[in-house]
T-cell receptor, first 116, second 113 residues
Framework: AQTVTQSQPEMSVQEAETVTLSCTYD???????LFWYKQPPSRQMILVIR??????QNATENRFSVNFQKAAKSFSLKISDSQLGDTAMYFC?????????????FGTGTRLQVTL | EAQVTQNPRYLITVTGKKLTVTCSQN?????MSWYRQDPGLGLRQIYY???????DKGDVPEGYKVSRKEKRNFPLILESPSPNQTSLYFC????????????FGSGTRLTVV
């Protein structure tokens, strides 16, 4: 079974600064997908970024980028130029990539507070 | 607009009173799933469905039922709710390949007293 660990329950960053959220996972699968979801106070789950395990290049989406270290089973999220609207709970998630949709396994989340 | 619609958004009920949380998606997705979110535990899968009339248990199925009679709808049924089912519930859908993750509904906050 897969497990996803987010070791930082809470983090804080000042506006315009950069912050990195950590995520590690455990799996015996060779093909899989990794995701970061954002959950603002509205509680909507919003996909921030995704990474395919067979791609070595780290995914980027505007101010959001990942550091994917497959051998270390690490998938951290970097938020650059933090904005107040980035205040949210962030979840790291794993999905087996066997060609068929399957369970998303989530970490316990990191609550990020962006301050002035 | 492509979306997953859940209702109700908030629900307070009493122990033992049957309830249904509805979920509908307009993206023609084959895969649908229910999750519950609890503090410190993240999101855990309750049930999922790969297509019409095909459902299976997730990690925490006890006390829940689902059905998939139509492709777009995937209701969650609590036949005899108990206080330990107080939680935030999410319905989600995906294409069969799942490579782009799930689209989530806006959540249902359920309180069982």
């Amino acid at each position: 079974a897969q497990t996803v660990t987010q070791s930082q329950p809470e983090m804080s960053v000042q506006e315009a600064e950069t912050v990195t959220l950590s995520c590690t996972y455990d799996t015996s699968e060779s093909n899989y997908y990794l995701f970061w979801y954002k959950q603002p106070p509205s509680r909507q789950m919003i996909l921030v970024i995704r990474q395919e395990a067979y791609k070595q290049q780290n995914a980027t989406e505007n101010r959001f980028s990942v550091n994917f270290q497959k051998a270390a089973k690490s998938f951290s999220l970097k938020i650059s130029d933090s904005q107040l609207g980035d205040t949210a709970m962030y979840f790291c998630a794993f999905m087996k990539g066997a060609g068929t949709a399957s369970k998303l396994t989530f970490g316990t989340g990191t609550r990020l507070q962006v301050t002035l | 607009e492509a979306q997953v619609t859940q209702n109700p958004r908030y629900l307070i009920t009493v122990t033992g009173k049957k309830l249904t949380v509805t979920c509908s998606q307009n993206m023609n997705h084959e895969y649908m799933s229910w999750y519950r979110q609890d503090p410190g535990l993240g999101l855990r899968q309750i049930y999922y469905s790969m297509n019409v009339e095909v459902t299976d248990k997730g990690d925490v199925p006890e006390g829940y039922k689902v059905s998939r009679k139509e492709k777009r709808n995937f209701p969650l049924i609590l036949e005899s709710p108990s206080p330990n089912q107080t939680s935030l519930y999410f319905c989600a859908s995906s294409t069969l390949k799942g490579a782009y993750g799930y689209t989530f509904g806006s959540g249902t906050r359920l309180t069982v007293v």
